[in-house]
């Protein structure tokens, strides 16, 4: 009967350990030293501390994963598939992170070699249509792979513009957006309707789009080298940028010590709420960072894991300069 009950018990796991379930496991990701990874022309690596790059990893939940998940305080949930508008893929949305990770990286090198006093030659082209929403006000309008570059007489450069400009109308107005389609301008009046989701007890006003920035198109003065294969995302943007500075600046802006961040980086040097913040801490501590950069949106979630690391809300990339050069 022993027997018996031990085979009953192995079977489960086995079972439990080959049936997948909807969602993935988000857990503490690498925490890279990024003078590793990041070379930039006639800059030198002589910091005595470092610029740490926290990430967060995800993982397939079978159920076995699943289960153990509820036992690990650092591992959260999440249902890609349930979380993404109108049912973009895995894949799809895995191929987005991928380039938004790209885009952060050439975001980071136009910030930072400004700030050294360098001028990259940038042309931005809006933001690009990815998926539109079955409810969408822009759908038989607009379609994936037009590229927004106006909104009534604003231009559009990036997603933050397009946030900001958005966020200024209410549900019901009338919209004009002007926008590009293989290589020919057009625009088309689209009017702002509610697109939060069912049940939700806010009301959130948009036209229903996924988005991400238009290809960004620039020649620069030095060659940066970035290798940072596996990572994906935007929110690198503040630690690469941070990075590269170190290495044109003749003073170690690390101040020998172990610095952590996270932060989506725009083309003006301000710094976004990223996602994965519990696990980015933990990353953090892991690595024994003396402090944390993180975009102030962040704070109040990231002081609940702030136990042996120092907090930093910055909201912009010259903040961060400024407090560490005070360290």
């Known amino acids: 009967m022993k027997k018996y009950s031990i085979l009953i018990m192995i079977l489960i796991i086995i079972i439990f350990s080959i049936i997948n379930t909807p969602y993935y496991l988000v857990i503490p990701g690498q925490g890279l030293e990024l003078a590793k990874y990041?070379?930039?022309?006639?800059?030198?690596?002589?910091?005595?501390?470092?610029?740490?790059?926290?990430?967060?990893?995800?993982?397939?939940?079978?159920?076995?994963?699943?289960?153990?998940?509820?036992?690990?305080?650092?591992?959260?949930?999440?249902?890609?598939?349930?979380?993404?508008?109108?049912?973009?893929?895995?894949?799809?949305?895995?191929?987005?992170?991928?380039?938004?990770?790209?885009?952060?990286?050439?975001?980071?090198?136009?910030?930072?070699?400004?700030?050294?006093?360098?001028?990259?030659k940038i042309v931005e082209r809006g933001v690009k249509v990815n998926n539109i929403l079955d409810k969408s006000s822009a759908k038989g309008r607009l379609i994936p792979g037009d590229i927004i570059t106006k909104i009534n007489k604003t231009p559009v450069r990036n997603i933050s513009d397009f946030s900001t400009c958005i966020e200024q109308f209410h549900i019901g107005e009338i919209i004009k957006i002007y926008f590009q389609r293989n290589e020919s301008l057009y625009s088309t009046k689209i009017p702002i309707i509610d697109i939060s989701r069912e049940n939700s007890k806010e009301k959130i006003s948009g036209i229903g789009l996924f988005l991400t920035e238009g290809e960004i198109q620039c020649q620069f003065p030095l060659e940066i080298i970035i290798d940072l294969e596996g990572i994906k995302g935007s929110s690198a943007g503040l630690m690469i940028a941070l990075e590269i500075l170190n290495q044109l600046t003749e003073n170690d802006l690390s101040n020998g010590l172990i610095i952590a961040g996270t932060g989506i980086l725009d083309i003006d040097g301000n710094i976004k709420p990223v996602d994965g913040i519990r696990q980015k801490v933990i990353s953090a501590k892991k690595n024994k960072a003396d402090l944390f950069f993180i975009p102030k949106q962040n704070y109040q979630e990231a002081v609940r894991y702030t136990k042996n690391i120092k907090i930093i809300p910055v909201e912009n990339f010259d903040e961060v300069i400024m407090k560490l050069i005070k360290l």
């Open 38 to 120: 990041v070379s930039t022309e006639n800059g030198e690596k002589d910091a005595k501390g470092c610029f740490l790059l926290t990430s967060t990893s995800l993982a397939k939940a079978n159920i076995l994963l699943y289960l153990y998940s509820f036992l690990d305080n650092h591992i959260e949930l999440m249902e890609i598939d349930g979380n993404l508008d109108e049912h973009i893929s895995t894949e799809e949305y895995l191929a987005i992170m991928d380039k938004m990770m790209k885009e952060s990286q050439m975001i980071a090198k136009i910030v930072a070699l400004e700030k050294a006093g360098y001028f990259p």
